[in-house]
């Protein structure tokens, strides 16, 4: 079945770096793939939607990017603030969308 | 613009006491409404989807049931409470393409 893994450790890092998430899924490629922003007990809100056919995806300082060779889509933020500090998820559709348990950003003033 | 609204906010039951959580949307029409339970640093587990009043599909064998008694309205219920049901539960909604789905406030539910 398909599986999503994205790095369940926290990522710490300094304000004002470029925060890079990964996510990498298994068996076949999904038509497009999505990135959720979640802060403590509320609910995701939707960030980005990148389908097969694009490589890259950029809004204001984030940036996403869908390698079906590596079955790979990475999350960047640049100019890290400490507002970005938050469990960021990657969804796919499979039928039904399936989400990864996400990687929390710790960005340091 | 389209809101969603959760309620209650927290919960806390007692082992085989029954639920409901309910859900509805506001600014939107015929929308594909979803109900998430996510357990403490885990992902976030579909439990039922419905694209129309009355239809409602289950992903996964549980003791909780969901309803859709009108357009906007999604419920989620159970007889019988286990403390296995605790967890944070989200209502969302969807339009009909492969879109985002929009996520309400969520439910934490407590199962003493």
């Known amino acids: 079945s398909q599986k999503i893994e994205q790095n369940s450790e926290a990522l710490n890092i300094q304000e004002g770096k470029t925060a890079t998430l990964t996510c990498n899924y298994t068996?076949?490629?999904?038509?497009?793939l999505q990135w959720y922003r979640q802060d403590p007990g509320r609910g995701p809100v939707f960030l980005l939607l990148i389908r097969e056919n694009e490589k890259e995806k950029r809004k204001e300082r984030l940036k996403v990017t869908f390698d079906t060779t590596l079955k790979q889509s990475l999350f960047h933020i640049t100019a890290s603030q400490p507002a970005d500090s938050a469990t960021y998820l990657c969804v796919l559709r499979h039928y039904k969308l399936i989400f990864g348990s996400g990687t929390r950003l710790l960005v340091r003033p | 613009s389209q809101t969603i609204h959760q309620w209650p906010a927290t919960l806390v039951q007692p082992v085989g006491s029954p639920l409901s959580l309910e859900c509805t949307v506001e600014g939107t029409s015929n929308p594909n409404l979803y109900w998430y339970r996510q357990a403490a640093g885990r992902g976030l587990q579909l439990l039922f989807y419905s694209v129309g009043i009355g239809q409602i599909s289950s992903e996964v064998p549980q003791n909780l049931s969901a309803s859709r008694p009108q357009d906007r309205q999604f419920i989620l219920s159970s007889k019988k409470l286990l403390l296995s049901d605790s967890g944070f539960y989200l209502c969302?909604?969807?339009?009909?393409?492969?879109?985002?789905?929009?996520f309400g406030p969520g439910t934490r539910l407590t199962v003493l």
């Open positions: 969302a909604w969807s339009g009909r393409g492969p879109d985002e789905q929009f």
């Open positions: 068996n076949y490629s999904p038509a497009y």
